[in-house]
């Protein structure tokens, strides 16, 4: 995007695959000749037509209202006429070129626009252990990750974290556990279950010569839509007969014993409000984070807090569809009292607009996935960057209601 003047901006947008039911909508043109239907030139030509005649004129650095001409010519709920992949690449690109025009780094404009008061370094949630599809037949979980909670700086953070991926695949060659990489770069394991996972996980962090629950917690992204049947049954042993919401949070409850969690996602369906409400309530030190739940929407967010079905939500650009929709989330979301974890998607570009993104709000949190893969990299690179002249966000209070950890398998 070309502003008048010589400022202008470039964005790329991200894919998921484990999509929620409410996110906003990602035009693909359906041509089954081209990359298997998944093309976006339609996409693209709304860029070029509809969107850019509507902008002409449009003060670039007024974001939300570049974001509302476009959500309004649109004209749908879920941005499926002109597609959200569209409309939010338009609304990044001229973020970063109004950002430029007014002589601010990204991160600082951000930072502006959503009335942030402090800037700071999130926490990373790196992905490590995956159970998405192919190897991870007894694992039920998607995402089993490593934060660095106890690090002093992002540096060091980073640090802890290829500590601990460098002694996971250690222990996995030790264990003759198979894997391979997933879509996120994270290792997905043929591991017997999602407590076997939890096991090799602390050794990691243990093999790291790093202290479980104390330098590095660990954050589970149950993604428990992707197992729940249409009666509402949960198959979290996929050998097993599925189980009830209760029951599953029996379950989720006895991993808080016996394992260094700090963190949990996506522990219901997207549909299922009383069992995550109910659950939230049982384990007050826990972060509870809604992904599938809120889908980055004002409204599921609202619902949300009115009934305490999280503490936490995962922000993503693309599920919610604008820039300015996204920082609206984020800001009545902390207002309420949550934490905000920033996130990009399993099938993301080499755009680093996530790392000013979750530095700009002030974050505190930010789920990237594994540290593997160049698109992975640009973010936590820039956010290395950053972290030159922008501080820690301190202790988060993420700690883990774990009783006890154990040391070996
Ligand atoms: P997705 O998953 O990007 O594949 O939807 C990421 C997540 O669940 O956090
Ligand atoms: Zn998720």
């Known amino acids: 995007m070309h502003l008048r003047g010589l400022a202008w901006g470039r964005a790329s947008v991200p894919a998921g695959a484990s999509t929620g039911r409410h996110e906003a909508h990602e035009l693909r043109d359906g041509d089954p000749r081209r990359y298997a239907g998944r093309g976006v030139l339609k996409a693209v030509h709304h860029v070029h037509t509809e969107i850019a005649a509507a902008l002409e004129g449009v003060a670039a650095t007024d974001q939300p209202l570049v974001d509302r001409t476009m959500v309004t010519l649109d004209g749908t709920e879920s941005l499926r006429r002109l597609g959200a992949n569209a409309i939010l690449a338009v609304s990044m690109a ?38 998405r599809g192919g190897a991870a037949a007894g694992l039920s979980f998607q995402d089993f990750m490593v934060l660095p909670i106890g690090a002093r700086s992002y540096p060091e953070a980073l640090a802890m974290l290829e500590r601990v991926e460098s002694s996971a695949l250690e222990v996995l060659r030790q ?99 009383p069992a995550w409400s109910a659950f939230t309530a049982s384990v007050p030190e826990l972060q ?55 996130a990009g998607r399993s099938a993301d570009t080499e755009d680093a607009f996530i790392a000013d993104l979750a530095v700009g709000t002030g974050a505190g949190q930010i789920k990237i996935g594994a540290r593997r893969g160049g698109e992975r990299l640009a973010k936590y690179n820039q956010l290395l960057r950053l972290s030159e002249d922008v501080g820690w966000p301190g202790p988060l209070g993420l700690t883990t209601p774990a009783r006890s950890h154990p040391t070996a398998l």
């Open 94 to 131: 001229c973020c970063r070129a109004a950002a430029q025009c007014r002589g601010l780094a990204l991160h600082q404009h951000l930072a502006e626009l959503s009335g942030t008061g402090s800037v700071s370094l999130p926490v990373p949630q790196g992905v490590m252990f995956s159970g």
């Open 175 to 273: 264990s003759n556990t198979a894997y391979r990489v997933a879509s996120d770069g994270a290792l997905g394991l043929a591991a017997r279950s999602n407590r076997h996972a939890l096991e090799l996980t602390v050794r990691a962090i243990e093999g790291a010569g790093l202290r479980p629950g104390e330098d590095v917690g660990i954050g589970l992204d149950v993604a428990a839509t992707e197992f729940c049947d249409k009666a509402g049954g949960y198959r979290v042993d996929p050998e097993g007969s599925p189980v009830r919401a209760h029951d599953l949070a029996e379950y989720l409850r006895g991993l808080l014993d016996r394992f260094p969690i700090v963190s949990i996602e996506d522990p219901f369906d997207e549909e299922d409000w």
């Open 288 to 342: 509870v984070v809604a992904d599938d739940l809120y889908a980055t929407h004002p409204e599921r967010a609202r619902r949300g807090v009115t009934q305490r079905a999280a503490t936490a939500g995962l922000m993503k650009l693309n599920q919610n569809g604008t820039l300015s929709g996204t920082l609206e989330v984020i800001r009545r979301l902390r207002e309420a009292g949550h934490r905000c974890i920033v």
